[in-house]
């Protein structure tokens, strides 16, 4: 089945320690996101990409990074994890981002633990 | 920017028909969505309008109204595995390259 994979589910790293959060898909999605989603919160877009083209949202901080190899794989770095960046994270695809291609495709997130 | 309105919670019981409410300001707006979300999942899409009216898909509907910035879902037989977090979801700004969720609504589904 065609679906968005992340790795590792639970990831837990300590105060100022980097840490990689994984994504890869078989749907051969043009657009990959990622999203930050904290207790009882909705899911916050944190940046995605368009095929090879990075968009950030205007209030990710700088902490967050992204990279995308190649269509299938795509990587969240946090170079120093404060408490506060403790949360689910989620990566999702689209086909497209205009009107026609809203559906977006939810992978099971990786839930960070920040000591 | 965007921001978006929805009820914080709604209660209801097997077999009934709920709506959820989404308000929405955006300077750009192509389209609102709906998410699914249950307690400890991903969220998953329910509908998508980008056009004025209802979209059916089985049990839910969706509905938008975009002169009055309006839209909701309609859940009809309610079922206790309805019992989730619902999110309206607006693409806006930027050539509709930003994408934002609602607060959310908790449904629960009581016997």
């Known amino acids: 089945d065609a679906m968005v994979i992340q790795n590792p589910r639970y990831q837990v790293t300590q105060f100022g320690k980097p840490v990689t959060l994984s994504c890869s898909q078989t749907l051969n999605h043009n657009v990959m996101y990622w999203y930050q989603q904290k207790s009882s919160q909705a899911p916050k877009l944190l940046f995605h990409?368009?095929?090879?083209?990075?968009?950030n949202e205007a209030d990710t901080p700088d902490n967050f990074q992204s990279r995308r190899p190649n269509t299938s794989f795509c990587f969240l770095d946090i170079r120093s994890p404060g408490l506060g960046d403790a949360a689910m994270y989620l990566c999702?695809?689209?086909?497209?981002?205009?009107?026609?291609?809203?559906?977006?495709?939810f992978g099971p997130g990786t839930r960070l633990t920040v000591l | 920017g965007q921001s978006l309105e929805q009820p914080s919670e709604v209660t209801a019981v097997e077999g009934a028909i709920v709506q959820i409410n989404c308000t929405y300001q955006?300077?750009?707006?192509?389209?609102l969505s709906w998410y699914q979300q249950h307690d400890g999942g991903a969220p998953t899409f329910l509908s998508y309008?980008?056009?004025?009216g209802l979209e059916e898909t089985g049990r839910f509907s969706s509905f938008l109204s975009r002169s009055d910035s309006y839209g909701y879902l309609l859940l009809q037989e309610l079922q206790m595995k309805d019992s989730a977090s619902y999110f309206c979801a607006v693409r806006g700004d930027n050539y509709g390259q930003n994408f934002v969720f609602g607060p959310g609504t908790r449904l629960s589904v009581l016997p």
């Open positions: 990409y368009y095929d090879k083209d990075f968009n």
């Open positions: 955006t300077s750009g707006f192509y389209g």
């Open positions: 999702a695809t689209s086909r497209t981002v205009d009107r026609g291609g809203d559906e977006q495709f």
């Open positions: 309008n980008a056009l004025d």
